[in-house]
């Protein structure tokens, strides 16, 4: 039969078992619900990052594109500057040898010669030399110019490329996962609940009910003492 000590204990054990495992599952809700948003997270970083990477390269291309048609700007004025510079040369040195005939029919016609002449020509050729020579000086400044212009653009492409590696330069690294919740243990704490409750249940057991060995003193039998004492057999 039951004590009705241990009903209350063991009452009681079993719902504070019941309590533990409510908690572990709310711990456990509450973990998987945070993994889940971990992952999330990292698949929104995952995506941003790739779209990032992808933007950047496309501002990569259209950096060196637009690069490329600069130096193609540049070097074309220089291929043009060289061309019309070969063009005037060689009117010029038309115009010099039209002269040179020029200076010498007139020279014959007047009976110039000798010195005067030869100066005459001289002259000529010069002017020829002078302008070819304003003509490379006004070549040498522009390929100047356009070395200067090729780094300037050099350096803005990098500038440009720069800025733009600046937001993938690192790349996204997860989370570290959360720790497991602490679980509590209802087998262990409804085993020490109802230990507790079956020592409730004989501490709380009236003496005369407790069978032998009950009430505190030695329990021998329907006999007493004397019988045992005075009895020699059969």
């Known amino acids: ?13 079993i719902g ?3 309590g533990i495992s409510a908690e572990n599952k709310a711990k456990r809700r509450a973990y998987e619900h945070k993994l889940k948003v971990r992952e ?21 291309d259209l950096a060196n594109i637009a690069a490329q048609r600069s130096y193609s700007e540049i070097n074309k004025k220089i291929y043009d500057a060289r061309s019309l510079a ?8 038309m115009k010099m040898i039209k002269n040179q005939g020029d200076i010498m029919a007139s ?18 050729q010069g002017s020829l030399g002078m302008q070819q020579a304003m003509r490379a000086r006004g070549l040498s400044m522009a390929m100047q ?40 243990n209802p ?15 004989i501490g709380g057991m009236d003496s005369n009910t407790m069978g032998p060995g009950g009430g505190g003193t030695d329990f021998i039998g329907p006999y007493n003492q004397n019988y045992y004492s005075s009895y020699t057999g059969p």
Do not use: H
């Open 40 to 60: 999330r997270k990292w698949m929104q970083q995952t995506v941003t990052y790739k779209t990032k990477k992808v933007q950047f390269e496309q501002q990569v």
């Open 107 to 124: 020279a014959a016609e007047r009976g110039v010669s000798g010195k005067s002449l030869a100066k005459m020509l001289v002259t000529n």
């Open 16 to 18: 504070n078992a019941a």
């Open 145 to 184: 110019r356009a070395k200067s212009g090729k780094e300037d653009i050099r350096t803005q492409l990098k500038s440009d490329i720069n800025r733009s590696y600046s937001r993938v330069a690192l790349t996204p690294v997860q989370d570290i996962a959360p720790p497991p919740p602490a679980m509590g």
């Open 1 to 13: 039969m039951c004590s009705p000590a241990a009903i209350g204990p063991a009452v009681g054990a």
């Open 86 to 93: 070969i063009l005037q040369n060689q009117s010029d040195f």
């Open 187 to 201: 087998g262990m704490a409804l085993m020490m609940g109802m230990a507790n409750a079956v020592s409730a249940g």
